[in-house]
């Protein structure tokens, strides 16, 4: 069984800055990708920002130059870095890995999310 722990949201001003921490355990033989989606109050969730195994990362042009992702492959451990946040960055914001157990295929995990609010 695989859990993904986020942890770091909170309630914060225009123009702060705030870390995400999500941590997956469990009998991981491989993390393929790990991430970050948001979804705002009537809104569908959105890709943030991605960083492949190897590979370059990716992010949503809303958060270009302002938030950063990294990873931690030792501790199965990704993070956000957030910057210069805005109130549309209010949402909650769930992490996301695709990972193997064992030897198996590919599987697609997230985690319960972490609210993160902009405002004055």
């Known amino acids: 069984q695989v859990q993904l722990v986020e942890s770091g949201g909170g309630l914060l001003q225009p123009g702060g800055s705030l870390r995400l921490s999500c941590a997956a355990s469990g009998s991981i033989f491989s993390v393929h990708v790990m991430g970050w989606f948001r979804q705002a109050p009537g809104k569908q969730r959105e890709l943030v920002a991605v960083?492949?195994?190897?590979?370059?990362?990716n992010y949503a042009d809303s958060v270009k130059g302002r938030f950063t992702i990294s990873r931690d492959n030792a501790k199965s451990t990704v993070y956000l870095q957030m910057n210069s946040l805005k109130p549309e960055d209010t949402a909650v914001y769930y992490c996301?890995?695709?990972?193997?157990?064992?030897?198996?295929?590919?599987?697609?995990?997230w985690g319960k999310g972490t609210l993160v609010t902009v405002s004055a």
């Open positions: 996301n890995a695709i990972l193997s157990l064992g030897r198996g295929a590919p599987m697609n995990y």
């Open positions: 960083v492949p195994s190897g590979g370059s990362t």
